[in-house]
């Protein structure tokens, strides 16, 4: 397994933006397919964007489509989301994760996980 680890969420206001990084290690991490997930106050995890191991297949949840971008560097063994125009529904607790299978878009998909990191968006 590949171990994850989460940062850079926080406070934002709405309109605002926010980078978030998935720093991997232990095994190859250029291997996996990568995620996103998130999970809002009360709700159930959800799928927000997946990449390809070499970074050129990207594929998003219809709400952050045309706001949030997935990049990876698998020199740096690190993912990034970049969020733009964040709005209060964004705000939820931001996983990222690992998958063997290449289309992996659900929950069990990934069998690597990292601790979460928060972001809220304030109206």
């Known amino acids: 397994q590949v171990q994850l680890v989460e940062s850079g969420g926080g406070l934002v206001q709405a309109g605002g933006s926010l980078r978030l990084s998935c720093a991997g290690s232990?095994?190859?991490?250029?291997?996996?397919?990568m995620g996103w997930f998130r999970q809002p106050p009360g709700k159930e995890r959800e799928f927000v964007a997946r990449i390809g191991w070499s970074g050129g297949s990207t594929y998003y949840a219809d709400s952050v489509k045309g706001r949030f971008t997935i990049s990876r560097d698998n020199g740096k063994n690190t993912m990034y989301l970049q969020m733009n125009n964040l709005e209060p529904d964004d705000t939820a607790v931001y996983y990222c994760a690992a998958a063997v299978r290449a289309y992996a878009t659900v929950v069990g998909d990934f069998g690597s996980w990292g601790q979460g990191t928060q972001v809220t968006v304030s109206s």
């Open positions: 232990g095994r190859i991490f250029s291997s996996y397919t």
